[in-house]
């Protein structure tokens, strides 16, 4: 079975569009077993999702406003499946997603991850994404490491993935996908599927980019962590260390442009790991 994962706070217009989605989903089965389970994790919402689910054919749970780090630890508690899938719920699926995940795993048994390419839509525009956004697969650690490059809503990965890596960390208010990624890369490959299954939706008023508009600064969190690790190989501390200090001076100088002195300071010491 495959869990999908919606996690979503606040977004009752838009979560209809992505379970839908997820619904209009077919995989060719060898065995008549149900395949698909959706898991819908509403972080505290005030406003109609609950009434908008009602009667969809998934599980839904409420917890009290935690963040979607806690939200997706919640879905994974609950899924039932042996692969699971993420989708936020302002994203959607084209069709053939999930089949074309299947298909990868199948080829590739020793895989525990893969994501698919996804086409973006910015205030109602199709958009390419920057030369700095592009997606590889395989070792990919040294390239996640300047931003998310792994999509929470393109990703699809085999229960035991979360055995080696752990689950997201919920003390991140931002980029906890980042930090899971950082985590995961630094193990192992990361498969990608180049035709593109997602569309991500932006440019909308709620995204966390805009509530944190400064994210190196939870980057950085990460960096430190998975630095004091001791999980990385040498090269990869290496470069971890390069963009600790990069994205160290480029904080410093923001918060000194805002007058945040002793901020400045804090970030200056953390050019090196603890």
Not at 91 to 109: I, S, V
Not at 176 to 203: C, N
């Amino acid at each position: 079975m495959i869990s999908v994962v919606i996690p979503t706070y606040n977004r009752a217009t838009l979560l209809q569009r992505a379970v839908e989605s997820v619904l209009k989903q077919k995989v060719k089965q060898k065995r008549p077993d149900p395949f698909l389970e959706i898991v819908v994790v509403d972080d505290g919402s005030t406003d109609e999702t609950r009434k908008i689910i009602t009667g969809k054919p998934l599980k839904y749970f409420y917890q009290s406003n935690r963040g979607p780090a806690a939200a997706r630890n919640l879905g994974i508690g609950r899924a039932s499946g042996q692969l699971i899938a993420f989708l936020d719920s302002d994203d959607e699926w084209m069709p053939g997603k999930l089949a074309a995940q299947l298909r990868f795993f199948e080829e590739n048994p020793d895989s525990l991850i893969c994501q698919t390419e996804e086409i973006w839509i910015r205030n109602g525009r199709r958009v390419n994404p920057m030369k700095k956004h592009k997606k590889f697969g395989g070792w990919i650690f040294e390239k996640c490491l300047p931003l998310c490059i792994v999509s929470p809503s393109a990703v699809m990965m085999r229960r035991e993935f979360f055995d080696g890596v752990g689950l997201f960390d919920e003390s991140l208010p931002a980029c906890e996908d980042y930090d899971l990624w950082l985590r995961a890369s630094a193990r192992f490959p990361i498969g990608l599927i180049e035709t593109p299954y997602v569309i991500k939706y932006g440019g909308h008023a709620d995204q966390r980019s805009r509530e944190f508009p400064v994210m190196d600064r939870f980057r950085i969190q990460s960096i430190r962590k998975i630095l004091n690790s001791n999980l990385l190989t040498p090269p990869q501390r290496e470069a971890a260390l390069r963009e600790l200090k990069k994205k160290c001076e480029i904080v410093t100088k923001g918060v000194i442009k805002r007058g945040k002195l002793e901020e400045a300071q804090s970030y200056d010491h953390q050019t090196l790991p603890a």
